[in-house]
């Protein structure tokens, strides 16, 4: 079978092009929402101002299996003294038919609670926060309907991460490498109005999904990718679509997906194109990578489909393999 | 600037055509009882049935009534259905893939999409229970004219044509045992498409006539100035001709206004890198589809009389707009694997039309206006009205459209003969389902025929009269078990009563003779 290639130069200029670009944008929002982080997926979301409105959060606590109190297992009462939590949490949701007498190891037990919340955030985003004071730098595994990614807790336990909302109804599960699970629910009404494909995949695949609105082009402030994401506030005030990515890459085998959200009340008439590209690395070349296309179907719900992808050869190491046809561009009628 | 496409252009070296071909070696099939044995080479295998070649000749065996004995028994246990897709972008790109996954999905089974590069890829169907693969669907996206030769070659066993088969193509396909791909269940309908002319999306054009286009077309006019725009050279934008749809434009705007293409347009791989070439660009004039017109204008046509006609999802149902493509599957007459046939018959379900709207295609599904929706129309009628057709004869035409919706479902015929369009055979055999499922049970129909102005008007009345007649003949026969008790099937003709287009050119004449379907 033929294998073409592009000259390497051409692909060089590109990609520092689109680099510089990035590095500039990335300071921009960064002077605009203070200082950055190293993360960039997170890092414009970390800058700006969460939102702390409470709509339905519920919480559904389980007891950690933590050694040394294994004798005694006390049903939890959910007092908010004793749930002493950074997290928001609604208590009324737990299991309150035996309330145990306070005593100084259930306060001990109680502050190992590991408690999710999910809110609603600006276009049909979610923050999600997690408490797990027992288990920090812990890996977890959260799940969101079809969507699936790794996550992990500070050194205190906690993660918060903001994500855009799959349906409107949306519930969370936070599953913990001990097997243990919290699940967080909230309602999200602007889900209902906004398009969101996805992309997800395990591992070091060199994968990106990118958006192109509305005949925007590469580097252009419509063209949007994990590298130059947005998030939802800003990609609102420019009124576009906004690609999060979700999962720590840094971790071994971790489930990473990029979701990109176009809140459909903002549409002009119109399509965006949506590829699905990977660079060509040492790391992938040559190999066949698997991932998962999340899609909307008529109505609600997303249809999942399994992709294997060939990467090109170590040849082509540098070069970018893109692909216009895995996910369906978004076809906007106008509002 | 450097085009990011370019990039695009690495492909991996990835063996995706395994092919199903088993190697011709000795078989014996023995029937289950011992009476009967037939030796010889084995030339395939479908799942069900073997191919072999004996002394007879080549034959068919039920795979359930023998056994395989010899070097070149397929597995039954791990056999596994390929099935092969050649042609159009069009339809590969998008369209069929995503009906694949829907028809798995939809019977419990999981999709995988096996790609190496935007032409070449594959679908796989695993049965989660058995943890099987049971057929590999491989997709080789060109051309509907490539899709064709493949087919001919023995490379393919179903075509993704965005046309009609053409002679050469027939005959070629004969000669190669394929069957004939002229006869209608060797095609069918799977979504609805359009020609539509578009401009940058920021121009000011909203819609041009047919002529004009074919005067730009041939080179008469090549400068802006002549639409009363600002002054600047057209340029013009295609798709690769040989996707059919250029050729499609041709045959029904500009040979027939006498017309060729001879200037210089630029092609395009794909109806998307046309349309996001055209949309920022005020110099660009481009033939796109319907299905893709991206970020671009999208062009209504004026007709020198007056009337507008817009391709909508409405006017693709309707066949009203004049440049519809629908999305044809042609299929050989050989025995395709179990897998491929059931598929083929899963498309005519509500579910395929779901996954086909969700594509962002035109579904086949009809659609019923009621009177008051078809103001449009009848302020045609008026306006046609006067020497040929009297007043009473439109208040005819009203009483009797009167209570009833008229169904998107039309039929038209290709020029100059009694045959009916491919869009058209596909509605006969929707309605026909339709009428023996029961869904129009209680229900009169009206089969009201529609001809051009060319001509005395009694002569029109009667061609009109004939084509509904050929209609209500073709759906019974198509319909056997219908319970006629139960559902009326009539028909009517007001001539050149209601003209949807202008008669003054073929298109707009074609366009006009028709029978519709009023439901009352």
């Known amino acids: 079978m033929q294998v073409k290639r592009l000259t390497m130069a051409g692909s060089v200029f590109l990609v520092a092009l689109s680099t510089g670009y990035v590095m500039q944008h990335q300071d921009a929002l960064a002077s605009r929402f203070g200082s950055g982080e190293k993360r960039t997926a997170m890092a414009s979301v970390s800058g700006l ?20 109190n294994s004798a005694h297992v006390v049903d939890l009462p959910t007092e908010p003294a004793v749930v002493s939590l950074a997290a928001p949490a609604r208590h009324g949701q737990a299991n309150r038919t035996q309330e145990a007498p306070f005593a100084g190891a259930t306060i001990a037990q109680a502050t190992c609670l590991a408690v999710a919340s999910a809110e609603p955030g600006p276009d049909a985003s979610i923050l999600l926060t997690l408490s797990a004071p027992c288990q920090p730098h812990a890996r977890v595994e959260i799940t969101h309907g079809p969507l699936a990614f790794t996550e992990q807790t500070d050194e205190d336990g906690d993660l918060s991460i903001h994500m855009p909302a799959l349906s409107e109804r949306a519930t969370f ?10 699940e967080a ?55 576009g679509g906004y690609m999060t990515r979700l999962g720590r890459e840094d971790l071994p085998g971790a489930a990473i997906a990029d979701v990109y959200s176009y809140p459909l009340d903002l549409a002009q008439g119109g399509a965006v194109r949506i590829s699905v590209e990977a660079e060509v690395t040492a790391a992938n070349c040559g190999q066949e990578v698997s991932a998962e296309t999340l899609q909307p179907l008529l109505g609600s719900g997303h249809e999942v489909v399994e992709v294997v992808l060939a990467i090109p050869t170590c040849d082509a190491i540098g070069d970018f393999l893109v692909l216009n046809n895995v996910l369906r561009d978004m076809k906007m009628a106008a509002n | 600037m450097i085009s990011r496409s370019k990039r695009a252009a690495v492909f991996a070296a990835l063996l995706l055509f395994t092919g199903s071909s088993v190697a011709a070696q000795d078989i014996v099939l023995e029937s289950r009882d011992g009476a009967l044995a ?39 246990t791990t056999y596994v259905a390929d099935i092969r897709i050649s042609g159009a972008r069009a339809m590969g790109e998008v369209l069929l893939p995503s009906l694949i996954e829907g ?52 490379s393919a066993d179903l075509v993704m044509a965005v046309r009609e088969v053409r002679p050469e193509e027939v005959a070629r396909a004969r000669d190669a045992g394929v069957g004939d791909l002229s006869a209608p269940r060797r095609t069918r309908t799977v979504a609805l498409d359009a020609l539509v002319p578009v ?47 250029a050729e499609g434009f041709a045959d029904r705007l500009l040979e027939q206004a006498g017309q060729t293409g001879t200037v210089s347009v ?10 996001d070439t055209v949309a920022p660009d005020p110099w660009a004039l481009g033939l796109t589809r319907f299905s893709e017109i991206g970020n671009a204008r999208p062009l209504a046509l004026t007709a020198p009389c007056g009337r507008i006609l817009r391709a909508t999802t409405a006017s693709l149902k309707s066949e009203d707009y004049p440049l519809a493509t629908p999305l044809l599957l042609y299929t050989p007459e050989r025995r395709l694997p179990l897998p491929a046939r059931e598929f083929l018959s899963w498309l005519t379900t509500p579910a395929a039309e779901r996954v086909v709207r969700r594509a962002g295609f035109v579904d086949q599904v009809p659609d019923s206006t009621t009177l008051s929706g078809q103001g449009d129309r009848l302020a045609n009628a008026v306006l046609a009205a006067g020497e040929e057709v009297s007043l009473a004869d439109l208040q005819e035409m009203v009483r009797q459209m009167t209570g009833t919706r008229r169904l998107s479902t039309t039929f038209r015929f290709r020029n100059g003969t009694a045959q009916l369009d491919p869009q058209s055979e596909s509605n006969v055999d929707r309605l026909a389902r339709d009428l023996e499922a029961g869904v129009h049970d209680g229900r009169e129909l009206v089969l009201a025929g529609f001809s051009d102005g060319e001509g005395p008007a009694p002569a029109n009345l009667r061609l009109a009269a004939d084509r509904a007649e050929a209609v209500a003949r073709a759906l019974r026969e198509a319909a ?20 949807l287009a202008c008669d003054d050119t073929e298109w707009g004449r074609r366009t006009n003779r028709r029978v519709e379907v009023w439901m009352r």
């Open chain 2, 199 to 245: 401009v940058a999306a920021a121009s000011p054009l909203t819609s041009l006539a047919p002529d004009v286009l074919a005067a730009i077309w041939s080179g008469e006019i090549d400068d802006w100035a002549a639409l009363e725009l600002e002054a600047g050279p057209i340029e013009l934008h295609e798709i690769d001709s040989d996707t059919g749809f």
């Open chain 2, 103 to 154: 028809y798995g999905l939809q019977e419990g089974l999981r999709p995988r999409r096996v790609i190496a590069d935007n032409d070449t890829f594959r679908i796989d169907l695993t049965d989660p229970g058995a943890g099987r693969v049971l057929a590999r669907f491989h997709f080789a996206l060109s051309t509907t004219s490539d899709g064709f030769a493949d087919l001919a070659s023995d």
């Open chain 2, 480 to 499: 056997p078990v219908t319970d006629w008790s139960r559902v009326t099937l009539m028909t009517a003709a007001f001539g050149e009563a209601m003209p």
């Open chain 1, 173 to 182: 599960s936070v599953q913990f490498e001990n097997g243990t699970v919290v």
């Open chain 2, 38 to 76: 037939l030796e010889g080479m084995l030339l395939g295998y479908d799942g069900e049935f073997y191919r072999i070649s004996t002394e007879y000749g080549v034959l068919t065996v039920d795979g359930q009534g023998v056994t395989c004995d010899g070097p070149g028994c397929p597995d039954l």
């Open chain 1, 185 to 239: 629910d909230t309602t999200v009404p602007a889900a209902r109005s906004t398009q969101t494909v996805a992309l997800q995949w395990r591992g070091d695949t060199g994968l990106e999904l990118h958006a192109f609105e509305f005949g925007a082009t590469y580097s252009q402030s419509g063209h949007v990718h994990a590298r130059a994401t947005l998030s939802p506030t800003v990609a609102g005030l420019r009124k």
């Open chain 1, 49 to 68: 101002p969460l939102p702390m409105r409470k709509t339905q959060t519920e919480t559904a606590p389980v007891s950690p299996p933590s050694p040394g």
């Open chain 2, 266 to 275: 630029r092609h395009h791989g794909t109806a998307a890198t046309l349309v």
